[in-house]
């Protein structure tokens, strides 16, 4: 009897602990700890050693697999929430913000306990990460609590008691663990979020991560709640295909999000405001916008169509593209010179692939027809330089991804 009541317990706290390791596990997915903390595509999973790259320099992640000498298997719980959500480490040194604790903080003790109890349950393994050397003065860890005094804000997320269930908890997604401001919210000069400019789009990696507001220019204004949820599940929709550091995103963590959860994501981001100024459309007879419909017609029409439609969920609408329309090119530009194989996820299986331009056109023809895709279908945005083409050119030959 005794012997058959402690069974019975036994197999509860197992039913308890598979309940808190599957929400750990749905967490740290969401929360995309295995992208960074994975060198791709062999290292073992959350073992640590892939460079992050900053403005500042690269920074290399930790093995936070449960090996005790060269993971975190001997952490205690509160140095492990004191890692996740105020990025100190057991010997009170200051992580850099490349591990975005400065999102991670809006989670509850018990999201990061679950998400601990889902690390616990790994295969630990040993591999021993050498950290980074940062050039003077970000080498010094101990800048770091200038930083954090400057920038980062202990708390939790507070849910708005003005809005649905359903947009707290795509505000705690986006927010929290989704930390989809490290990329979108433009950053100040020590890379700390610009104040005001929340999800208004940035540059990282000779990429721009789009305004992800519901502007109608730049942001997210002509996509349907449908179609924000459809992108970010299947990295697909009709108006667009996600690539570079999205395309990680899509694939580690956002594809893997509960339908429920990519519509509240979908429903926060189209309440954002817009805020980006109307331009006047540039005339005709504008010699980039004559140069660029030419390159156009017998360069790109062929997939996105003469009428910039594009073909669904195959070839992207430039007519509605608000990356193209980002006020920084630099996505445009990069594709174009480029090309790009965008993600392949469960429910897009085969990624459709764009050419490579750079070497058939020069930096004024590339200048002209991303100008042309800017200005033909409305919502018209900033003419593109030759220079800024020439720069960009010359930062992806430095580049080895
Ligand atoms: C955008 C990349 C990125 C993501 C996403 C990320 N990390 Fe990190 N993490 C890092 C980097 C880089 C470091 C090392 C920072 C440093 O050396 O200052 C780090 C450090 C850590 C540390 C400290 C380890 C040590 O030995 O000091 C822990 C613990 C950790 N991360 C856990 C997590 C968890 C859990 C998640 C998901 C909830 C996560 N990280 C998501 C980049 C990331
Ligand atoms: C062979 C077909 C093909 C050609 C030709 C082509 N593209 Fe693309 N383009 C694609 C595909 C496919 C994507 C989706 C990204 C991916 O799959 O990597 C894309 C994506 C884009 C995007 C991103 C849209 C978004 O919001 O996600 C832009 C902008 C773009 N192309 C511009 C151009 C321009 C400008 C040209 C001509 C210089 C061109 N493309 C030629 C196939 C093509
Ligand atoms: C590691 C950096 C990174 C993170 C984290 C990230 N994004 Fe992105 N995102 C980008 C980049 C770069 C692009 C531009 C390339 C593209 O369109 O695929 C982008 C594009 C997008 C687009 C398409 C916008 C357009 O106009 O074409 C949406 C929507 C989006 N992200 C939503 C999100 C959401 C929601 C999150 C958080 C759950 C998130 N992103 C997290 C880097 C990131």
């Not at 040993?126 to 400057?150: A, E, G, H, K």
């Not at 299986?349 to 056109?361: D, K, L, N, R």
Request: net charge neutral; aromatic share 8%.
């Amino acid at each position: 009897m005794i012997a058959a009541c402690g069974t019975f317990a036994d197999t509860r706290t197992d039913l308890q602990n598979f309940a808190e390791i599957e929400k750990g596990r749905y967490l740290a997915s969401a929360a995309d700890c295995v992208a960074c903390h994975t060198v791709w595509p062999n290292g073992a999973r959350f073992a640590g050693g892939r460079p992050i790259e900053t403005p500042f320099g690269n920074i290399v992640s930790a093995n936070i697999t449960p090996d005790r000498e060269t993971g975190i298997g001997s952490w205690s719980d509160d140095q492990f929430d004191d890692a996740v959500r105020r990025g100190i480490r057991p010997n009170g040194a200051r992580l850099y913000p490349a591990m975005p604790y400065p999102y991670y903080t809006k989670m509850s003790r018990e999201d990061v306990l679950a998400i601990r109890s889902y690390l616990k349950a790994l295969e630990p393994v040993r591999n021993p990460v050498l950290t980074n050397t940062l050039p003077f003065p970000f080498n010094i860890r101990t800048s770091m609590r200038v930083w954090n005094v400057l920038f980062f804000k202990d708390e939790r997320f507070k849910p708005d008691p003005q809005k649905s269930d359903v947009w707290n908890r795509g505000a705690f997604l986006v927010e929290g663990p989704g930390h989809c401001g490290a990329c979108h919210t433009p950053k100040n000069f020590l890379g700390g979020d610009k104040s005001g400019e929340y999800l208004r789009g940035s540059n990282l990696q000779d990429w721009f991560a789009p305004d992800i507001t519901n502007d109608e220019r730049t942001g997210l204004g002509r996509w349907s709640l449908d179609e924000v949820a459809e992108f970010l599940k299947s990295g697909h929709n009709r108006v667009g295909a996600a690539v570079g550091p999205m395309a990680e995103e899509v694939m580690h963590a956002s594809s893997a999000m509960s339908e429920s959860d990519l519509k509240a994501i979908a429903t926060y981001l189209k309440d954002q405001p817009g805020h980006s100024d109307k331009l006047a459309p540039l005339p005709e007879n504008n010699p980039q916008m004559v140069a660029g419909e030419a390159i156009y017609r017998d360069q790109c029409a062929a997939c996105h169509q003469i009428d910039g439609k594009g073909v669904a969920r195959l070839f992207p609408s430039l007519a509605d593209s608000s990356m193209a329309r980002a006020d920084d090119p630099t996505s445009l530009l990069r594709l174009v010179l480029r090309g790009s194989r965008s993600v392949a996820t469960k429910e897009e299986p085969t990624a459709p692939g764009m050419p490579s331009f750079a070497w058939q056109m020069n930096d004024e023809q590339v200048a002209a027809v991303a100008t042309y895709v800017r200005n033909r279908w409305g919502n018209p945005a900033p003419a593109v330089s030759s220079s800024a083409v020439a720069k960009l050119r010359s930062n992806l030959a430095k580049r080895v991804d």
